[in-house]
């Protein structure tokens, strides 16, 4: 199996030879954001660390996206907006809203949880089981109108 940066690079040649600019440029990043953080910790980047350079990436662009619309810079939205999506690719697939929500009341249930002080307990296994897969704001949300219901 091939490493993320192995994938990264393989990516960045097929769009080197297909003349996709944006997805080169973006791809490049990538690359070199990767080699930082590698100098940084001194050693590979792991696939956990992997993605979440790929979603600290992601954010970044969706932050200037909406940095862009506010000041009315639609073009570069979109511009910043087209890398999120060309970054999303190295992300697994999102899980489903009705999964999350099934594992949040088995863990509630098998743990006896309840109330706003549940939260804690709730948010460290659930972003461990479904890391990579969605982020802690949809799980926070999930979880508390659980909680709501049960209270």
């Known amino acids: 199996m091939s490493t993320p940066s192995e994938k990264i690079q393989n990516d960045l040649k097929a769009a080197l ?9 973006t791809l490049r990043l ?4 990767i080699k930082n953080e590698e100098i940084r910790t001194g050693g590979d980047l792991d696939d956990e660390g ?14 200037s996206a909406e940095q862009y619309r506010q000041g009315g ?10 890398e999120a999506e060309i ?25 006896g949880l309840s109330g706003p002080s549940a939260i804690g ?12 897969q969605t982020d802690g704001g949809t799980i926070n949300r999930l979880a508390r109108e659980i909680l709501d219901e049960s209270a």
Do not use: N
């Open 87 to 111: 970054l999303a690719a190295y992300l697994p697939p999102a899980a489903d809203e009705d999964e999350i929500r099934a594992a949040l009341r088995e863990f509630i249930a098998a743990e």
């Open 73 to 82: 810079r639609e073009e570069l939205a979109a511009k910043e907006e087209r």
């Open 50 to 63: 992997f993605l979440r350079l790929v979603r600290k990436s992601i954010k970044q662009r969706k932050d």
């Open 30 to 33: 990538l690359l070199s954001a």
């Open 17 to 25: 030879k297909a003349g996709e600019k944006e997805t080169v440029a």
């Open 121 to 132: 307990p709730i948010m460290k296994a659930m972003l461990a089981r479904f890391a990579g």
